[in-house]
């Protein structure tokens, strides 16, 4: 049987999809590498991309992110990444899911997220969670909030506090006694009532270094009296002193800027007051120039009276007709 002419043919007259299904039904003699990659781009049926996974698993596995690297502009990974998980072969093509992982495709994160779980590779998958979050956080947040290593358990208070759930973040920083990252939270959480929960479950365990640390990372937040009241009750004065130093002098500062902005008020009422009122009245004809005062009207001309003369400098007297005798 002469397969690898049948093969060159189908690749002449541009008959792929029949050229790579003849490769795959004949392998030990129609099969090349380099030549069914070169083919298997050109195919019209993509059923064939799975076809030649399939294949490839199977007689040639070793070469199987290749093939998949070379599929890639047409393959459908959600697809793909359900195939591989169904067969139990996700861990084979991890360096296939590294390279579309650009992507931030669901399927391909979830499932190297957790490829890199079993692998116990808690900074890859780090950095995975902040590479691309295109994922179920919370579902990942829960399974990993039960995992053995407290990396991981990490990563979850992690999660909870990148999904606003700040209170079960910090109650599992303090229940692996993670003080720093419950800190760090509940400063983010801009929340009072959980900095003010955590400070009292210091003082509780009797953490009294962390409680004048986390005096200073929740300085904002707490309320000086309460913070007060509670180094009061547990005697320990010395650690709160520090930040209610700070405290007073952040208060002075503002009643010395209240005083300095009341002073230069009162100056300007002051001054305000001490200005003589000057009222805009309107100029007086008498006082107005020459340019400004109007002509005053003219009175009309009397009427001659009847019988007098009709012009100045005629004489008076019955007007006359006709020639004078």
Known sequence: HLWPELVFLYDKYEEYDNAIIAMMNHPTEAWKESQFKDIITK???IELYYKAIQFYLDFKPLLLNDLLMVLTPRLDHTRAVNFFIKVKQISLVKPYLRSVQKNNNKAINEALNNLLIEEEDYQGLQASIDGYENFDNIMLAQRLEKHELIEFRRIAAYLYKGNNRWKQSVDLCKKDKLFKDAMCYASESRDTGIAEDLIAWFLENQYHECFAASLFQCYDLLRPDVILELAWRHNIMDFAMPYMIQVVREYISKVDKLEQA???R??????AEE??????????MLTAG???MMPPPQAPSPQPPY???AYPGM???VPTYGYSM
């Open 262 to 264: 009341e002073n230069v």
């Open 307 to 309: 019988g007098g003369p």
């Open 266 to 271: 009162s100056e300007e009422e002051q001054k």
């Open 275 to 284: 200005r003589p009122i000057v009222f805009a009245e309107p100029q007086l």
């Open 290 to 292: 020459p340019s400004n």
């Open 315 to 317: 004489g008076g007297g």
């Open 43 to 45: 195919v019209a049926n």
